[in-house]
């Protein structure tokens, strides 16, 4: 395939992706793992989250497997942590070992982990692609880094973390105008109210309702951050005897 008709097949397959991503996944499950990488290597990270999301767990393994390992890294934390952990079991114990040094200790910790966890709590549930920024930050960085992000990947709540990535409070990005771009981020944070990866449904929807947000952070036991639970992600309930009304009993 020439330069030209390389550079066409991305744009389509980018636009494909983003518009119905799990058609795209079957479809280029369908493929060789070659052709696949050809197709998707050089497209933007979130672009190949969107599209190994929702691809069989041994195909998005041997594609994941076939990347630059800071590549691969990069994707692997950023998937659905439910996806991840199944593409942590089809990886060999070397490939573990090599992404595990890329990866931050917790996040491998629950890659090993979310297995254990029942299928409606947050560590099953929770997104790990998420907006953090240290205590001694200046605004004007988190500014900076919110600019990058494409206008619909803007988050409500932007996360403020200690050096290792401890929990300390969020930041409301609706609020930024309202400080200076000099003001350090642990001086404007609020306190943030938070769930465990063993957490319930029933325990995040009843902290929704005190925290007023659309989101969670998740935290280990030592207060890390691992990642978010999306108010969307709650159990949808319309039907009588659905997990939703079982679980607001």
Known sequence: MNAPMHALAGVITEKFILAAPQEAARALASLATHEVLLLIGPLKAQVVVSCLNPMDP??????LRRLPLKQASYILARLNV????????EFST????RLSAALEPAFVKLL????????DSA??????????VRTESKLSALIERLKSLPRKK??????????????????????LAFYTAQSVCGSVMSPAVFLHPQD???QARELFL???????PVVDDKGILLGVFPKESLPAATEKGSLWARLTK
């Open 58 to 63: 041994p195909k998005a393994a041997a594609v």
């Open 82 to 89: 439910e996806q991840a952990a199944k593409l942590w079991k």
């Open 94 to 97: 070397p490939y573990r070992e």
């Open 112 to 119: 090993t982990e979310a297995n254990s966890f029942s299928p």
């Open 123 to 132: 560590g099953r549930l929770m997104r790990t692609d998420f907006v953090a």
């Open 154 to 175: 803007l988050p409500a709540v932007c996360y403020v973390t200690g050096k290792d990535g401890e929990l300390k409070g969020f930041i409301r990005t609706a609020e």
């Open 200 to 202: 319930s449904a029933k």
């Open 210 to 216: 005190q925290a007023e947000t659309d989101s969670l």
